[in-house]
């Protein structure tokens, strides 16, 4: 147990430090748990933001291998929400006082889209007075996009790296120019220059990963001075191409695991960015997401998309909440952030730190 409190005191920690620490387990693996948590509300605090999540459409114009809402998947009911209906999830969230909400939705890029996207962001601020923060998380763009939609007024952008190792990237995705991994890592400095707070996040357990490699992920997230981080474990969905490597799969309890030692891990690496309790953990572990915000999360994502549609996003099969409406969501997520011990942030918008602290940087 020395040794683990000697890592979290610790300043610089490296790839070997977090590679023992994600493969933690057992009593070791709970005392380096609590005892991150508990330095993390020291240094941090206690509050969590909300984000209303809308996923307003699941037409996708890419084919990852891990994703159930892929183009190949030709059993994906497909649907896309109408704009007035986004713009009453927004009210729904701003009346409820989250602070702010994430439009996510498959990748698509032609241009019917991207200036629909403008339009929405411009009808969002205006019907919330520009009160309500607004994230995108809308895949690879030109940087002439992400530059109309951050002066529309977006102001955070979650783009997922999904791993940070080259090899892995493709065992995942097809190598074809549609799933590019410079011009995903390129879209991720794009967004940082464009000005935006800049997310990323990897899957966790996907079929032939190692700890090192997840340690390197970490590191990564702190080499390109990332602002906020959402990670979760994979889940295998059935009609994808991955499915056909179930068998390498760690169980789904280690996955779940592995997923709360990485945020943990990354809380002590980078005390000062958002970390999101990502949905996926809830899919293996009905407390999963408290147990994130206890360990080292705090920014949590009640769905406010219109429950009709809920059941059809589905990136991986056994997603949670997919039959409870928005008020129910926003309400049984109250409950679970008090009992992790954790505060709600109202009506704030719960920016990085870490955002202005590299501002600060910059300017010197
Ligand atoms: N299991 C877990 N997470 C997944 N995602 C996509 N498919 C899966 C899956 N099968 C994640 C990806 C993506 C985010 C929106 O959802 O990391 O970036
Ligand atoms: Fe839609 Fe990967 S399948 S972005």
Redesign the pocket.
Known sequence: MNQILQLIQKENLTKEDLTYLIGLAGEEREFFLRETGKKYVETLGNKVYFRGLVEFSNYCTKDCY???IRKGNAKAERYDIDDEAILQAARFAHEHNYGSMVL?SGERSDEKFTKRITQLIKKIKEATQGELGITISLGEQTEETYREWFEAGAHRYLL?I?SSNKELYYKIHPQDDNHNFEKRLNCIKTLQKVGFQTGT?V?IGLPFQTFEQLADDLLFFKEMNIDMVGM??????SETPLYAHKDKLWPLQRRFDVALNMIAALRLLMPDINIAAAT?LQAIDKMGREKALRYGANIIMPNITPTLHRKDYQ??ENKPCTDEGAEDCGNCMSIRVEMAGREIGYNEWGDSSHFFNRQEQNKK
Request: with cysteine; glycine share 18%; hydrophobic share 30%.
């Open positions: 891990y994703c159930g996510q997922r999904e996040g899957m979760g474990p994979f889940i295998e969905h996926a990136l991986y």
